[in-house]
Every structure is written in C-alpha cells, then in structure tokens.
C-alpha cells in the first residue's frame, strides 16, 4: 500500500511541475509575443488558463496525499483539552463529512459538470470542455483515496490516551 501511495504522489508531483512549468512558459511567452512581435496570442492564453485550473487541482489532491491540507484549527483548539475519545470521535466525524463532500461535490459533481459541458467547445482551441473539467473527478478520486487511508489509519490507531 504504501508502494502504491508514494507512486500516486510522485505522478502528481510529475504532474505538478509540468503544469507549473507550462503556465510560466506560455505566460513568458504571452508577454514576449505581445510587446515585442506584437501578436495576439489567444490560443497560448487559454491554454494558460486551462493549466491554471489543472495546476490548482492536481496541487489540492497533492496536499491531501502529503496530509498538507487546511485543518480545522479552530476544531483542533476546542477539542485539545478534551478526553481523548471525544478527541477521536471528532476526528472520525471529520474524516466522514470530508470523503462525503468530496464524494458529492467533487465526483459526482464533477461527473455530471464533465457529461453537460462534453458537446461545448472553447473559443480558440476549439476542444471539448468536458476534457477540461475531467480534472474535477479525477483529483476528487485520487483525494478520496488519499482520505480514506487517513481514515483507515486513525481507525487504526484507534484511541490515544
């Protein structure tokens, strides 16, 4: 399993860094063709702007698989002085409204925003948006993944006292 985790986070890590990599140069090259050549440059902004959001989504599902993600601190504060199994229970709360969340909006949601925007095309490129957003359920998986082995390791752990 753990073979298996360590693989997923180096693909999105590989995967990271080429987006990353990506936007900086089609901006680079947006400021370029523009001030210097004076050339509208409308396809290299829209694939900008589509490694934007894959570069955010791959980055979430990468700080959920490096556990990096935001905390409730405010949670954490409350329940700090709190018995350990309230501790506990609260943990597990969390993790099950997280996966849910991720479940309906990400997955499911992103499915259906994938199947309703398939047959539309952007301006420029001219590629199916459906692709575009394909991103939405895919990181929502790979972090539901990611979640669930949290989830099996505090149920494993169990109760600290």
């Keep these: 399993m753990e073979k298996i985790i360590a693989g997923t986070q180096k693909v999105l890590e590989v995967l990271l860094a080429f987006f990353a990599g990506a936007l900086t140069l089609l901006c680079i090259w947006q400021v370029m063709a523009r001030y210097f050549f004076k050339l509208p440059t409308m396809a290299e902004e829209e694939l900008a702007r589509f490694s934007l959001v894959w570069l955010a989504f791959i980055g979430t599902t990468l700080a959920f698989a490096r556990g990096e993600q935001l905390s409730l601190t405010l949670l954490h504060e ?6 350990p199994l309230t501790v506990f229970i609260m943990k597990i709360c969390v993790n099950v409204t997280v996966l849910f969340v991720m479940l309906t909006v990400m997955v499911i949601g992103g499915w259906a925003l994938v199947r309703n925007n398939m047959n539309q095309l952007t301006p420029v490129l001219q590629m199916k948006k459906g692709l575009i957003y394909s991103i939405v359920p895919i990181c929502g998986l790979v ?3 990611f979640q669930s082995v949290i989830f099996a390791r505090l149920l494993k752990e169990g109760v600290k006292k």
Excluded: R
């Design 78 to 83: 409350i329940f700090e002085t709190k018995s």
């Design 143 to 145: 972090a539901m993944f």
